[in-house]
């Protein structure tokens, strides 16, 4: 079913995540989870009432909805307790956070690459970035306490103020620039096999924004703003130039191009700064102790059997996010390996946390190589050093499971005298079938929104579009505001 829509899922996974951000008391965790199932459960009943699927739904929604339904399936004791000593049950709203963060980026897209324009322009940032840590300070709270938008600003602005990033952003940003030009023309050659386009002649301008959207796209005179995901920052020059095809022209776009364009949007390198952001977000401190896997313990017998004890040990948490595809990350400017929750489950084999953590402890020893233009983490000697760990392929196999939807329905095949500790074990687990609730999503390229084809909408999850001055849904003939305005219960 082409176009079918649901609103509100974005915003109910958002507000899950901030809630898992700030902490849950143990209290809360039953009415929190029980309210995620009871949105999945609405979002399935509205797809099922007009015969579509959660395939049909348009990406960023059916993404927040497998994060919804990963959040639904952990258990009460997994989700993560406020930290000891700061009020992280209390939000902390700062504003300006965002609009400096859109000055910012606005005065880096027109700023030469060389010379001090960009630092005079860092310089506001530099200010804002200050004030919010001297806020948290002051309140006594952390950074995981700020609303997600204006914790993704600061991050972002906080990144950017590194000398070494804010040159590698201005690098990106003339790459995307020559391969959107050489599509838009005049002057220009088109990419190969791609036909002439609808906004031919514009001037693109190229800026990098964080949040769940992929690209946007919007001509204002003679001027194409074209504001990217952060994931982009890891792109290539081939990779701008499948984007240009495939965001200018669409269903046009060759399908190599779609192909490419759907390979990079997957793989690691799209979403590895993304995390960084987040880590930078919700701070350095450790949670190593998790509910059935001590990352501790993992880190050291990693450290002897790999690293012959020589590796220093970095900050070690489990991560609270509810990431599909991701199972860890590492933030070398935190020096933090962050783990999935969805790994300390007692229905997962150990060794699947423990590959991941050796994975990220592994970015940790290569580092970043850079070739041409683009920066490579997963090198040829990463990939030798990764195959080194014994059970590799059976700890992807339950990973791809478990990012297909199957991780609370993963079940171990018990055998006599076997103990989930048990690293030599040589018979393979055997995965339950992933969750035919949550399929996996379509691959196919990401259309903006605003030019796409119009699309119904059906029956929200609240009633929050109605206009205040309209006839409230109820009947009673009153106005909305003067009726069942604010009497909905909370989504989420």
């Not at 005065?107 to 200050?130: H, T, Y």
């Not at 760990?389 to 006599?416: D, Y």
């Not at 030019?451 to 409230?472: F, I």
Request: charge should be positive; aromatic fraction near 6%; charged fraction near 30%.
């Amino acid at each position: 079913m082409v176009g079918f829509r649901i609103s509100g899922v974005v915003r109910a996974a958002r507000r899950a995540h901030e809630r898992m951000q700030l902490g849950i008391p143990p209290g809360e965790r039953d009415a929190f989870l029980q309210g995620v199932a009871t949105t999945v459960a609405h979002v399935e009943g509205l797809c099922a009432k007009n015969g579509a699927t959660p395939r049909d739904l348009p990406a960023p929604s059916r993404r927040a909805l497998g994060d919804l339904q990963a959040l639904a399936r952990l258990a009460p004791d997994a989700l993560p307790a406020p930290r000891d000593g700061e009020e992280a049950h209390r939000p902390l709203a700062i504003s300006n956070v965002v609009s400096a963060l859109d000055r910012t980026l606005c005065d880096l897209s027109r700023v030469k690459r060389e010379g001090a324009a960009a630092e005079d322009a860092m310089l506001p940032a530099r200010a804002c970035v200050e004030a919010v840590e001297r806020i948290c300070r002051e309140k006594r709270t952390s950074l995981a306490a700020l609303p997600i938008r204006t914790g993704e600003a600061y991050a972002l602005l906080r990144w950017l103020t590194d000398e070494e990033n804010l040159a590698h952003y201005l690098d990106r940003r003339d790459a995307a620039a020559r391969a959107f030009e050489a599509v838009l023309g005049p002057g220009g050659a088109p990419s190969p096999g791609v036909p002439g386009g609808r906004w031919q002649g514009l001037r693109p301008l190229i800026r990098f924004q964080p949040g769940s959207r992929v690209y946007r796209l919007a001509p204002e005179g003679g001027i194409l703003d074209c504001r990217l995901g952060v994931g982009w920052l890891g792109a290539d020059d081939d990779d701008f130039e499948t984007l240009g095809a495939v965001a200018l022209y669409r269903d046009a776009a060759p399908r190599a191009h779609v192909a490419a364009h759907q390979t990079f949007l997957d793989s690691e390198d799209f979403g590895a700064l993304h995390h960084e952001l987040t880590a930078l977000r919700e701070g350095s401190s450790e949670r190593p102790k998790g509910r059935v896997c001590d990352l501790d313990v993992l880190f050291d017998h990693l450290n002897e059997r790999f690293f012959r004890r020589a590796l220093p040990r970095p900050r070690l948490t489990w991560d609270a996010g509810t990431s599909i595809r991701r199972f860890g990350c590492y933030v070398a400017s935190l020096d933090q390996a962050r783990i999935d929750v969805r790994l300390d489950d007692e229905r997962v084999p150990e060794f699947v946390a423990e590959f991941v953590l050796y994975h990220e402890l592994l970015h940790k020893v290569h580092g970043v190589r850079m070739r041409g233009r683009r920066r490579y983490a997963h090198t040829p000697a990463f990939r030798a050093d990764e195959r080194r760990f014994p059970r590799w392929r059976e700890a992807e196999t339950w990973l791809s499971r478990i990012a297909s939807g199957g991780a609370g329905r993963v079940e171990r095949e018990e055998t006599a005298g076997e103990t989930r500790c048990d690293r030599c074990a040589t018979s393979p687990p055997v995965p339950a079938r992933p969750d035919p609730v949550q399929p996996a999503p379509a691959p196919r390229p990401l259309v903006p929104r605003r030019y796409g084809p119009p699309r119904p909408t059906v029956e929200p999850l609240h009633s929050g579009k109605v206009a205040r001055n309209a006839p409230c849904p109820c009947g009673s003939g009153r106005k909305y505001k003067k009726c069942c305005l604010g009497s909905e219960p909370p989504v989420a």
